[in-house]
């Protein structure tokens, strides 16, 4: 495989087709198209961002609702559902996906691809050998994309969760939130038990300047599940998930706890309001209590304060724009 990426870097050089040519504003709208219908990873929402960057394009968090609101999701893979990677690469692969999506309108197959061909001259000929693994356009698991982005006081930017992955009785849920200042703490209480049903788990300063880095919450959203808790206990952070995380996990909030978005501002029992199909996220506390906390409220010493890491918290942004390098 490394071979033969190798050749076609070269071959897209001989015929001069660059980056850009390929990575343009509607390939973008494309990528996001495909990604709401296979219901995948949270981390899509820093990856997309991060590359439209770089290659001048900007993405915004309000644009993935506006594409998931139009886009069936029609796959359930793990954790979601029952199937895996390998069942969808031998229903027809991600290809497979795009073929459906065409079906009504929603890519737009004209661009030009890393094969040196448009995207309808790679969708010739390919099928969708299994509907059960890739559900027709017309059967969907559900109308809208697998990903939704929730905005209100607590996460003033935005933050990401993986709608396919929650369980109905947890799309809209209020409860008192349990608040840690590392993902550490968070897992020791769930494991002693001290979490219980309708809590909202919040663990802050685990985002790109907090961490540094934004280390994967998949322990926390494992244990949580583990314990039982996995439809009755939702969490919040500024930090990540991996592809396997489900339930109600909340992350990417932006602004982050360390660069004094409102995340920093909760406190233990404070009123949390999650309604995913509405795209909402509120903590319910008064603009003036919250502006007497802010007055009050300093951030932590970094944890790390020498070398490139500290340049990095120094330097980089919140998930809302990827992450990036200011």
């Known amino acids: 495989l490394a071979k033969k990426a190798g050749m076609q870097v070269m071959e897209l050089v001989r015929r001069n087709i660059r980056p850009r040519d390929i990575m343009t504003p509607a390939a973008f709208h494309n990528a996001e198209t495909v990604d709401m219908a296979l219901g995948c990873s949270t981390n899509t929402m820093l990856h997309l961002p991060a590359i439209a960057h770089e290659a001048g394009v900007t993405i ?44 009504k309108g929603l890519l737009d197959t004209s661009l030009m691809t890393c094969t040196c061909k448009t995207i309808a001259e790679n969708l010739e000929g390919v099928e969708n050998l299994d509907t059960s693994i890739i559900r027709p356009i017309d059967q969907p698991y559900s109308t809208s994309g697998g990903i939704a982005v929730l905005k209100g006081n607590l996460a003033k930017d935005g933050c990401v969760v993986k709608q396919s992955a929650v369980a109905a009785e947890m799309m809209v849920h209020e409860g008192p939130a349990r608040v840690f200042d590392s993902e550490d703490d968070a897992i020791a209480a769930i494991y002693a ?43 919040i952070t500024d930090g990540r998930f991996s592809g396997a995380t489900r339930g109600a996990s909340i992350g990417h909030v932006s602004p982050e706890a360390a660069a004094g978005g409102t995340i920093a501002l909760v406190e233990e029992g404070d009123l949390i309001a999650i309604d995913i199909p509405n795209c909402t996220i509120e903590l319910k506390v008064s603009d003036e209590v919250l502006a007497e906390r802010r007055a009050r409220w300093v951030c932590p010493e970094p944890r790390i304060k020498t070398g490139y890491l500290a340049r990095y918290a120094k330097l980089v942004t919140s998930a809302d724009k990827g992450a990036i390098l200011e």
């Open 60 to 103: 915004d968090l309000d644009e993935a609702n506006r594409i998931s609101a139009n886009t069936p999701n029609l796959c359930h893979l793990a954790p979601a559902g029952d199937t895996f990677m390998e069942d969808l690469e031998r229903a027809g692969g991600v290809l497979a996906v795009m073929k459906e999506l065409t079906k």
């Open 193 to 235: 038990k001290k979490i219980v049903p309708g809590d909202v788990v919040v663990i802050r300063y685990e985002g790109p300047k907090g961490g540094p880095g934004m280390r994967e919450m998949l322990n926390p959203t494992s244990a949580i599940v583990g314990m039982g808790l996995g439809s009755s206990v939702a969490l």
